[in-house]
């Protein structure tokens, strides 16, 4: 392990140097030990040398909390022992923290040893000591297309956080990477954290009982079959403390803008929901019609908050610093044709949040019978409630709902519907509502069971390469039309 202090990527210059020796690193003999932690049957390094585990992760170049949150729990699949390769500098250190809170919180601490390699040949060391077999990916996405591409070639499966890619660009090597998994064996997922939402799931499971969503309607321009809200914060709390992100986070060159990032989710969602294990095929299926975008304004004072910096990185002055302000394209908004159905999804970014809320999320599916709508504002006290909204006033409706409703409350035991002026809320019990950390552990559960089992379904990667085809495609008609 390099534990030398060297000068962190040009690319995300200026950034303080971090010193990884002795005590100013917290925590750093856990993560130096080369020994795992006893248990009653003996080390963890023992049984590990007995029962190898099907997974051994890297983790490449941590630039986003979403990393370490795939290591808020333990698996039994993977091995604690994880291999990090960064450039040094604040995002590993970051990273390197919330992995140590996680290691020694009071209730139900993990016992992951980190191994960690900084450098600026950190890529190249990482596929030369082939420490592990498969790599989680969430960072800065400039160069995560590329990052894909390589760990596969060199025989890494690959984990990545959203997005695999932020341009049309690299779109044919995202394309070309998931060919790369297929002919190496290898698989290539990416974290889909919003499909283990109780509403999002209640929502699909509707629209395939036709008594009570009808058929799909594919709507007009003007008034989309479907319609998909995200709206995010830059200040917010995660695993109860206040997040500081890497200013190159607000650089779009380098994170990409919203509709190629958090969009992903909306997009998927409406995909996983509206046309469920169909293999779309995004040069049929898929026409993007047009694509805005727009900036949110962000005040020195408060990158100051978010960053911990006292000034812009130059770096971000293409992104249209005026004085004391960053203007930063993190809104905006797609209107396409699926399968013959008009969809529109907008991602917006706002500082913070009002009191009492976080991120939120609002979506529409229209249905011949009834809509179902998902909502997250101020009168559901900003927690996501779902609804089901007849279309007509059929007399007849409430009756059919009753009955062909009872094989999902068989499913899920404890929903109820409650009776409302539109229709009828869907009373989801609190044991469903996980929260969007604990779906991180969802997906690598997931994940595993596909690298375990090969059985991944085949519509997973058209699936993901039309998603990505569509954000891509947005951003590009919504810069034309700047």
Known sequence: MNITTRSFAASRQPIARVLFAGVQFSGLLFLMSCNSPT?????????????????????????????????????????????????????????????????????????????????????????????????????????????????????????????????????????????????????????????????????????????????????????????????????????????????????????????????????????????????LDYTKDITVNKARHWTTDLTLSQFRTITQLDSFPDYLKHAGVHDTVLKVYANGEIDYQLKGTYVRTTTTWTYKAPEGAEDTYYCLIRGSKANLVIRQGSEEQFHPALYIEPATKDPSYEQTLTEQIKPLQAKYPGIELKKNAKGWEVVIPEKYKEGHESHFARVTEKYLDYIKNKNMPAWEVPGMIAKYYITTRGLELARKVQ
């Open 39 to 279: 248990s009653s049957t003996g080390s963890s390094k023992d049984t590990a040398l007995a029962t190898p585990k099907l997974v051994r992760l890297v983790t490449l170049d941590p630039g986003h909390f979403h990393a370490a949150l795939v290591q808020k729990s333990m698996y039994d699949d993977i091995d604690p022992v994880v291999h990090i390769y960064a450039p040094e500098g604040p995002d590993v250190k970051a990273h390197l923290d919330k992995i140590n809170a996680y290691n020694n919180r009071e209730k139900d601490p993990t016992h992951w040893v980190e191994k960690v390699y900084t450098g600026s040949d950190f890529l190249e060391k990482m596929i030369s000591d082939k420490a592990g077999n498969t790599v989680v990916l969430a960072g800065n996405n400039r160069e995560k297309t590329q990052y894909i591409m390589k760990s596969l070639q060199a025989g890494f499966n690959v984990l990545g956080d959203k997005p695999m890619v932020i341009d049309n660009r690299d779109f044919g090597l995202l394309k070309q990477a998931f060919d790369t998994a297929a002919s190496h064996q290898l698989l290539l997922y990416d974290i889909m954290t919003e499909r283990y939402e109780i509403t999002s799931i209640l929502q699909r499971e509707l629209v395939r009982i036709p008594g009570i969503f009808g058929a799909l309607e594919k709507g007009t321009a003007a008034n989309p079959g479907v319609v998909g809200e995200s709206v995010h914060r830059f200040y917010k709390y995660v695993s109860g403390k206040a997040l500081t992100r890497p200013a190159w986070f607000f650089d779009t060159n380098q994170q990409g803008e919203s509709m190629v990032d958090v969009m992903t989710h909306v997009v998927d969602l409406v995909q996983w929901e509206c046309y469920p294990e169909q293999t």
